[in-house]
């Protein structure tokens, strides 16, 4: 029988009592509103014990909070008030058809396929550069190096733009974020495509980078507006995927463009892929968040009756749209390096990412110079990494039937973040095994086919472990997944960014066989993450103030 888990929603589901607006005072200083709302959050049927561990904190430390802090616990204790304040504006009953929990399973996926589309495209143009580097050091008359830091840059936008898209998503909704940061993501590839020298080229990427970061952590805070923790792991596995295809199929698609058009067209390519995308994010994708939507039922109710007093709960506190924005940019950051379970899966993930980005660096050293392959024939190795990607997309529904069993016996009747980890440790342990084969294969004597497959467990250990870790943030930092995925992008995106500039150097000074063993007891030292969180991880989150 399926466990009974709260959908994620019920932190965005706000349907409260409304404060005075007294100037001058904290969110939760408004009044005797505090204690009316604590009062109504008890009567309510939603009281758990966490929640009301969630009360007892409201009431005995308010006081001593900072803004940021009061506005958190103050939409804690509104999650799941069931107000009788006729002037409160919330979802018309668990079954409302505008809440986006409850809307139909075709339009989950119709938006689930268009968040995933539009994060292969951007992840697609990273790497579609890399077979062209050597084209483009000879005609702009620079070094490989120079050149290369046009992947450098534009994985650097990766890491800069969630800082500020995804808690403008968490303020502003989704859809504006998307479709603003979208424009120019296709304008300045044609800047690319027509670049005349290096500094141009360079400048386009950094843009690019920037402006099409915001898939990258908004896309998984997307998913969660939509999907119940029951059902997001399927959701979850397919989303997963296309971030890591696209830097699969890059090198592939970019290297025969390279080899026999030219390098330029490997921006025309990007360009006509983000217009098609463009007119989905405009024409098919719906506002997902509940916040946004809330708001904008209450400014339509407003309108058709007449009566100002209507406001979403949320909209209570008296803390503007720039005053929320200005402490949410901050928060991916803060929650980075305060919150153990964000920093260690973005320190985790970073390392994988790296990894991931230095073969594209790796690969041709070892196919195109050591074997002498072209660079169409020689991207070819990197399917080895996307078959193994499609296997581990495919253990999803074991995933999820394993998920659902842990949280029946250990939930308790909520959602279990834990759950969706113990694929993970398998897939820890298959990097490191894929990284020391791929080295150690590499020996000219040894047939080529022995290096190719090495992809493959490569492939399956990075997407397993990546999708198990990003659907444990989102369930473990329900109203922040936005933030925690940011902030995960963030440290991944920078070492994605800067390991690639070295790489080559360390894979000619140490040979690939050398620089792989380097690289595989790294990834085999951190490889118990995983199996730690698995453990520990409940004691963790009880310590944390943003995990459910």
Known sequence: MTPSVPPTGTKDSYCSTSTSNTSGTSALEKVDTTEDVLQDVERSDAGSARERLELSRIRSGAADMDLDEQEEELQRGLSRVDSKNPDVVGWDGPEDPENPFNWPKRKKW??????????????????????????????????????????????????????????????????????????????????????KNAATLLISRLICGIAGSSPLSNAGGTLGDIWTPAERGDAMSFFTLAPFMGPVFGPII???????????????????????????????????????????????????????????????????????????????????????????????????YAILYMNFVAYPIVYQEERGWGMGIGGLPFLAIGFGMVCAIATSPWQTKLYLKLTAERGNGKIYPEGRLPFSIIGAFCLPVAIFWFGWATLPQVHWICSVLAGIPFGFGMVTLFLCMFSYLVDSYLLYAASSLAANTLLRSLFGAFFPLFASRMYIKLTPRWACTLLGFISLAMAPIPYLFYKYGPALRARSKRTF
């Open 254 to 352: 970019g290297g025969f463009l390279s080899e026999y058009v030219s390098w330029r067209w490997t921006f025309w390519l990007v360009l006509i892929i983000s217009g098609v995308m463009f007119i989905f994010l405009l024409f098919c994708m719906p506002e997902t968040y509940g916040k946004t939507l809330l708001e904008r039922k209450a400014a339509r109710l407003r309108k058709e009756t007449g009566n100002e007093k209507l406001h979403a709960a949320h909209e209570r506190g008296g803390v503007s749209h720039m005053q929320r924005l200005r402490q949410s940019i901050v928060r991916p950051v803060v929650m980075l390096f305060t919150e153990p379970i964000v920093f260690l899966i973005a320190l985790y993930c970073a390392l994988v």
């Open 110 to 195: 119709r938006i689930t396929l268009i968040a995933a589309l539009v994060t292969f495209c951007v992840a697609f143009a990273s790497s579609v550069f890399t077979a062209g580097i050597s084209s483009i050091a000879a005609d702009f008359h620079v070094s490989t190096t120079v050149a290369t830091l046009g992947l450098t840059l534009y994985v650097v936008g990766f890491a800069t733009g969630p800082l500020v898209f995804a808690p403008m998503s968490e303020v502003y909704g989704r859809n504006i974020v998307y479709i603003g940061t979208w424009i120019p993501f296709m304008l300045f590839q044609i800047g690319c495509a027509l670049s």
